[in-house]
Nanobody, 117 residues
């Protein structure tokens, strides 16, 4: 199993910035990457940003491109999400997730991000 622990959420005004962190522990050697999902009230969970260890590739959902940056630590068991120019529509619970060859498995407990207008 893999355990994921997020931190860094909070309340910020529109246009502000937040940095989320996630630390993985357990069977992390099986992971091929990590990512961030979010879920707003009444909406489905969506993938916001992801990174793969092989090649260091990154992917972003269109709505955050140019504003959010995902990065990982050298030990390949931590991932960060730098969120700039935040908008009220970014308000959601953000979840860290672990990626394996079989797909996404294991999510953290979530951290609330609230952007006020």
């Amino acid at each position: 199993q893999v355990q994921l622990l997020e931190s860094g959420g909070g309340l910020v005004q529109a246009g502000g910035s937040l940095r989320l962190s996630c630390a993985a522990s357990g069977r992390t050697f099986s992971m091929v990457g990590m990512g961030w999902f979010r879920q707003a009230p009444g909406k489905e969970r969506e993938l916001v940003a992801a990174t793969r260890w092989n090649g260091g590739t990154t992917d972003y959902t269109d709505s955050v491109k140019g504003r959010f940056t995902i990065s990982s630590g050298s030990a390949k068991n931590t991932v960060y999400l730098q969120m700039n120019s935040l908008k009220p529509e970014d308000t959601a619970v953000y979840y860290c997730a672990a990626r394996f060859y079989t797909g996404w498995s294991y999510w953290g407990q979530g951290t609330q991000v609230t952007v006020s207008s």
